[in-house]
């Protein structure tokens, strides 16, 4: 398996600009998670999905932030606009709900605003 | 916020040293995670101990568990350069949702 897959790696853009990070998780896998990393306020849990539907948002910093996973191998996270505090490290994690409580981790997006 | 709350921030050993890592939190859970995160990648999964468990053994990691502190330790022996990262205690409350703490940032000097 290839494991959780994220898109893009690195994305630079400019304040004011619409971001869309991708995640693609573990076949099989029935949760997908969305996390922030920073180094002030560590790896900060936004949103998570059970069977596709969002069960958990209330990390997810404001209304410029929105998450959808339209079928169980993609998800997206967009910041609309985004601003230079969303500079972070956005990490996906997947699991088989019921079968194990380990998350496996994408290798992240880098989201760079100026 | 952060539940899980490591201890020591930073940690610089002796390949071959033992290193050990605290981690204490503040409510009930159901088990109790460790990750690695090496530089520049995701985290990956050590070893889960549930709150039934006191101890627990994978190779060279031991985690303990005191429900009754609300702390947990993670010991790495014969340490090797490869271990140098960050290691993150994660708890789980229920429903899937982990809580990170803020993570122990370990070097293994040659």
């Known amino acids: 398996d290839a494991g959780v897959i994220q898109s893009p790696r690195h994305e630079v853009t400019e304040m004011g600009q619409e971001v869309t990070l991708r995640c693609k998780p573990i076949s099989g896998h029935n949760s997908l998670f969305w996390y922030r990393q920073t180094m002030m306020r560590g790896l900060e849990l936004l949103i998570y999905f059970n069977n596709n539907v969002p069960i958990d948002d209330s990390g997810m910093p404001e209304d410029r932030f929105s998450a959808k996973m339209p079928n169980a191998s993609f998800s997206t996270l967009k910041i609309q606009p985004s601003e230079p505090r969303d500079s972070a490290v956005y990490f996906c994690a997947s699991i088989l709900s019921g079968r194990s409580d380990e998350q496996y981790f994408g290798p992240g997006t880098r989201l760079t605003v100026t | 916020s952060q539940q899980g709350e490591e201890d020591p921030q930073a940690l610089s050993i002796q390949e071959g040293e033992n290193a050990t890592m605290n981690c204490s939190y503040k409510?009930?859970?159901?088990?109790l995670q460790w990750y690695r995160q090496n530089s520049g990648r995701g985290l990956v999964h050590l070893i889960l101990i549930r709150s039934n468990e006191r101890e627990k053994h994978s190779g060279r990691l031991r985690v303990t568990l005191d429900t009754s502190k609300k702390s947990s330790s993670l010991l790495i022996t014969a340490s090797r350069a490869a271990d140098t990262a960050s290691y993150f205690c994660?708890?789980?409350?229920?429903?899937?949702?982990?809580?990170f703490g803020q993570g122990t940032r370990l070097t293994i000097n040659p």
């Open positions: 409510t009930s859970i159901n088990n």
């Open positions: 994660a708890t789980n409350q229920g429903a899937q949702k982990l809580v």
